[in-house]
């Protein structure tokens, strides 16, 4: 009697679908074909055992030079973006301005500073009382020292500087340079002032007026 001999049936791993109803295994065989056809083939995954493994079938020697590659982008990129960075920073422009230390009571312009009398008297005291301060009766050199004066002195009439002997001598300063003529000065007397429409005009010594004195500051400071 022969007896029929059973062979044991093989034990088949159950099989895991994903919610489509395909097998992972082929999902993962698709993933790592397209991982080994990526631009950058050193990687791709096999499952055994329902554990990811990572495997380079690339040399070493090539992964470094990969690597020393993208090491060198990097800094590339860095290095670029600190250079736009930088450049997008405002030019930073140095400015000076130039002022002068005045005493107290003294009005600054420029390297000039200048007083502005509240009480009024006649050209000779006015003269004798900026002399006494080592100041002269005001001396404008430019227009924009003018047009300072005339800004700053209000309504009220200033004697400065400017004077001449008669009609037929030139106006002169009290430091006995000669006057430019750049602004006509009115009347047709020996002093002048600074009257109230700011013009130039002269009157006669003893009239009773405001005054102006002048005098260079050799301490400028500049910021």
Request: glycine residues 4%; positive net charge.
């Amino acid at each position: 009697m022969v007896k029929a001999v059973q062979t044991p049936a093989k034990t088949v791993a159950p099989q895991a679908y994903n919610k489509n109803g395909s097998p992972l295994s082929s999902q993962f065989h698709n993933w790592k074909t397209t991982w080994q056809h990526f631009c950058f083939p050193f990687f791709y995954f096999s499952l055994q055992e329902n554990i990811f493994r990572i495997v380079s079938p690339v040399s070493p020697a090539r992964l470094y030079c990969c690597y020393a590659v993208i090491i060198v982008l990097t800094g590339a990129v860095i290095a670029l973006s600190v250079a736009l960075s930088l450049s997008e920073k405002p030019e930073q422009v140095s400015v000076k301005n130039t002022y002068a230390v005045c005493p107290r009571n003294w009005i600054g312009f420029g390297s000039k500073c200048f007083y502005f009398s509240e009480d009024t008297s006649n050209w000779t005291f006015s003269w004798n009382f900026c002399m006494k301060l080592k100041a002269q009766l005001a001396k404008f050199d430019n227009m924009e020292e003018l047009n300072f004066l005339k800004r700053y002195k209000g309504t009220f009439d200033y004697w400065i500087g400017l004077h001449r002997e008669s009609s037929q001598h030139p106006w002169r300063w009290m430091d006995n340079t000669e006057y430019n003529s750049s602004i006509p000065i009115r009347g047709a007397e020996e002093y002048t002032y600074l009257n109230n429409n700011n013009w130039i005009s002269s009157a006669r010594i003893y009239v009773e007026k405001r005054w102006i004195c002048s005098k260079s500051n050799s301490y400028i400071l500049q910021c």
